[in-house]
């Protein structure tokens, strides 16, 4: 039996470019999870035999020089801590390119690094005294060659763990630079485990007697790419792997629905939002719903973002004040006009997300003759 920590996707380098003057700071905080996870790594390093980094170490091809420094260090250390520590270059930080770092610092690369572009016989291991055979590639532009799917998946016969890592998109077939990977023929070549990266939700699969996963990202990339928090460490043995996951830390990222209809003012809503209040938190807040008064988002955001690392309110509420849209219909002024004219489009629109952009233009009117005092 085995303990290895699957890792995959932690995009090291990655800047938050809209943070503005905070994305340096945000970054550096950021990357910071490799030497938070030699903490973790040395303070296990009994219960602990293997590290697999399944590809997107870094989030570019051409990380900084410094970070690259930074991250051999790291590894260096979870080998000298006795851990068998084993790198898979992944479509973000590609091998294909001359310059690419795992070209470049190939030759001192801490642990195993795989370069091989094809699935080939596998590395023999032993790691602890155990027969490990390690099945892998690093996808190649050029040199790794699909036909569907990968395949064929290589297998030889020896007794002990047959544990496989690939950076690519199970059961998807996508570009060859995704690199789609079948489950099916994964478990018809009867490995073990199969450690995946390239999707960065978690996710496991039990097909026959091959248990696969994707470790998924810990860190967020923004919010459409919000991190899980947590470790993926497996216990492998020959005919059995099992999944553990363990809960890292609070994921940084967050996005909350609103809906302002629950309140009667911008006041209220903004007390609602307070309560999310946490120095550490990026807080996406997106606004929905028919508010019965006027929403001011940028007076709200600007109003509480010092309760946060980082605030963004999205408006996407439809409505305002009751009555107010009628009485200015009945009004011979600019105004009155301008929603007169707007609700006849809304009568003749052909289509739902038609109306959607004239109401929006009407709200979005509205509020502009009301800032302007009118
Ligand atoms: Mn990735």
């Keep these: 039996m085995l303990r290895c920590l699957h890792l995959a996707d932690l995009h090291l380098g990655w800047t938050a470019r809209w943070l503005d003057r905070k994305s340096a700071e945000y970054a550096s905080k950021r990357d910071q999870l490799l030497e938070q996870l030699t903490a973790w790594i040395i303070g296990h390093k009994q219960d602990l035999d293997l590290v697999l980094i399944v590809g997107d170490l870094f989030e570019t091809h051409r990380p900084q020089e410094s970070l690259v420094q930074k991250t051999i260090a790291e590894l260096t250390a979870w080998e000298r801590a006795g851990l068998t520590v ?8 590609e091998i294909t390119y001359h310059d690419s770092v795992f070209q470049r610092h190939r030759e001192e690369w801490p642990g195993i690094l795989v370069t091989n572009p094809m699935p080939e016989a596998p590395l023999e291991l032993t790691i602890k005294g155990q027969p490990v055979y ?4 690093a996808y190649t532009g050029g040199l790794t060659k699909i036909n569907g799917y990968l395949q064929p998946y290589p297998r030889v016969a020896g007794e002990g763990i047959h544990l ?18 079948s489950s099916k023929l994964l478990a018809g070549a009867g490995y073990d485990y199969v450690a995946l990266g390239h999707f960065h939700r978690p996710q496991q699969l039990q097909v026959g007697g091959t248990t696969m996963a994707y470790a998924g990202a810990i ?13 993926t460490l497996v216990t492998l043995q020959s005919g059995a792997a099992r999944v553990e996951l363990l809960p890292w830390e609070e994921v940084d990222h967050r996005v909350v629905e609103l809906d302002v209809g629950r309140w009667d003012s911008q006041e209220a809503v903004i007390a609602a939002i307070e309560e999310l209040a946490d120095p550490n938190l990026l807080l996406r807040v997106e606004l929905t719903g028919a508010a019965g008064f006027l929403l001011e988002p940028k007076t709200i955001a600007s109003r509480l973002e010092r309760h946060f690392y980082h605030l963004e309110v999205v408006d996407t509420s439809l409505h305002l004040a009751d009555g107010l849209l009628e009485s200015w219909a009945k009004e011979k002024t600019v105004r009155g006009h301008f929603v007169r004219r707007l609700q006849e489009q809304l009568q003749t629109a052909n289509d739902a997300s038609e109306r959607e952009v004239i109401e929006l233009a009407l709200r979005r009117g509205m509020a502009a003759f009301l800032q302007g005092g009118e």
């Design 86 to 93: 084993i790198t898979v270059p992944g479509n973000h930080d």
């Design 164 to 181: 496989a890592a690939f950076h690519g998109s199970l059961d998807w077939e996508t570009d060859e630079r995704g690199l789609p990977l």
């Design 134 to 137: 390690f099945y892998s590639l």
């Design 219 to 231: 860190r967020s990339k923004g919010f459409s790419d919000i991190g899980c928090g947590q470790l």
